[in-house]
C-alpha cells in the first residue's frame, strides 16, 4: 500500500472578546492575583458572554484555517471537533460547524478526550490521510469552559478559560508533516477531573444540580505528578520514534494547563525554557483548544517556520495523554 505523508497546510484561531482577570475573581471567590500567578502563571482568561457557544468559535478558527490553507469548505472531506463542553448533548458540535461552515462534502463528529482532544484528533486524520480515506481534513479544539466552571469552587475557576483552535491537514511531501503520533488513556483517574452530573449514570435531578454535580471537580495535585510524567514520557518516546533526538526539537508546544506543569515537563524531557511556547499568562486553560490557539500564535508570529520541529504534548481529564512531532 503506498502512503502520504499528512501535516498542517493552514491554521487559525478565535476566542472570546470578554476578559476575566485575576482582579475580577478576587470579587468572586477567595483568592489573590498572587495565589493564580504563582501556582498557575495564568493573569486572565477570555469568557464567552451568555449568548456565546462553542460551535460559534470552532467554526471561526476552522473558516480562519480553510482559508489560510488556500481551501475552499466544499473540499474538506472531514471535521473533527475535539470539545468537552460541546454546545449541546446531540447532535455532535462537530456536525453543527460543518453546517455553520457551507462543508457540504464532510463528515463531522466530536472527539471526547478533554485537554488531549485535539491531538486525538491529529492521530486519527493523519492515519486516515496517510491510507487515502480523506485528503482534506479539518482538526478543531473548540471549548466554552467557563460555562462548566463552578464560580464557587476557587480551585477550579481560576483555571479555565474560553477559545477555539483548528488545523488544516492534507497529504505534504516526504519527510515533512506528522512524524510520529501517540495517544494514550487511564479511565482509572475519572474522580480525578470529572463532572459526574447529565449523564446516564446520574441522569438530571433536583439532587444532581444541588450538589452542583454539571460542573467541573477537579483533584489538581493528584493530577499534576501524572501530568508531567505522562507528557515527559510519551514525548520521548515520539522524539525517538521520528529519528530524533530532543535537541533537534526546534520548539515544544505543551497543553497550557499550568506554567509549573509546563516547567517540569521541559525540565523532565531536557529542553531549555527558550524552547518552549507558554500563552497561559493570557488565555489560562483552554482544554483541547489550548495547543492549536498556541501554535496558531506561533506560526503568525514567525516563532514556527517552515522546516522547524516541534513538539506537541498534552495531558487532560480521562486521563488521557498524548505526543506528536511535526516537521513544519
Ligand atoms: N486561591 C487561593 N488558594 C487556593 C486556590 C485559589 N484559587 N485554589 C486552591 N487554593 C488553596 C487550597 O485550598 C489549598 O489550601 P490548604 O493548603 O489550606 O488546603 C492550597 O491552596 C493548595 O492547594 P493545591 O490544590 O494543593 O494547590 P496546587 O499547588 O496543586 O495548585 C492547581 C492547584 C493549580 C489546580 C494544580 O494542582 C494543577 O494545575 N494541577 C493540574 C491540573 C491538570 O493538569 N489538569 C488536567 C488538565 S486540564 C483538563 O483536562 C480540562
Known amino acids: 500500500m503506498t502512503t502520504t505523508n499528512a501535516g498542517i497546510i493552514g491554521m487559525g484561531h478565535a476566542y472570546p472578546s470578554g476578559v476575566l482577570t485575576n482582579a475580577d475573581l478576587e470579587k468572586i471567590v477567595e483568592t489573590s492575583d498572587e495565589w493564580i500567578t504563582t501556582r498557575t502563571g495564568i493573569k486572565q482568561r477570555h469568557k464567552a458572554a451568555d449568548n456565546e457557544y462553542t460551535s460559534q468559535f470552532g467554526t471561526l478558527a476552522a473558516q480562519r484555517a480553510i482559508e489560510n490553507a488556500g481551501l475552499q469548505p466544499e473540499d474538506i472531506d472531514i471535521i473533527v471537533c475535539a470539545t468537552t463542553t460541546p454546545d449541546q448533548i446531540m447532535p455532535s458540535t462537530g456536525a453543527l460547524i460543518q453546517a455553520q461552515l457551507g462543508a457540504i462534502n464532510a463528515a463531522g463528529m466530536d472527539i471526547f478526550a478533554a485537554c488531549s482532544g485535539f491531538l486525538y484528533g491529529i492521530t486519527m486524520v493523519e492515519s486516515m490521510i496517510r491510507t487515502g480515506q480523506v485528503r482534506n481534513a479539518v482538526v478543531i479544539g473548540a471549548e466554552v469552559l467557563t ?182
Request: proline letters at 3%; glycine letters at 10%.
Open 147 to 328: 460555562k462548566y466552571v463552578d464560580y464557587t469552587d476557587r480551585s477550579t475557576c481560576v483555571i479555565f478559560g474560553d477559545g477555539a483552535g483548528a488545523a488544516v491537514l492534507a497529504p505534504v511531501a516526504e519527510g515533512k508533516g506528522i512524524l510520529a503520533t501517540k495517544i494514550r488513556s487511564d479511565g482509572r483517574y475519572e474522580e480525578a477531573l470529572y463532572a459526574p452530573g447529565g449523564g446516564t449514570k446520574l441522569g438530571t435531578t433536583h439532587q444532581t444540580i444541588d450538589n452542583r454535580d454539571h460542573f467541573f471537580k477537579m483533584k489538581g495535585n493528584e493530577l499534576f505528578k501524572v501530568a508531567v510524567r505522562s507528557m515527559a514520557e510519551i514525548s520521548a518516546e515520539m522524539i525517538e520514534k521520528a529519528g530524533y533526538r530532543v535537541e533537534d526539537i526546534d520548539l515544544v508546544i505543551p497543553h497550557q494547563a499550568n506554567q509549573r506543569i509546563t516547567d517540569a515537563v521541559a525540565s523532565r524531557l531536557g529542553v531549555p525554557e527558550e524552547k518552549v511556547f507558554s500563552n497561559i499568562a493570557e488565555h489560562g486553560n483552554t482544554s483541547s483548544a489550548s495547543i492549536p490557539i498556541a501554535l496558531d500564535e506561533c506560526i503568525e508570529s514567525g516563532k514556527v517556520k517552515s522546516g522547524d520541529l516541534v513538539l506537541l504534548t498534552a495531558f487532560g481529564g480521562g486521563a488521557t495523554w498524548g505526543a506528536t512531532v511535526i516537521r513544519f
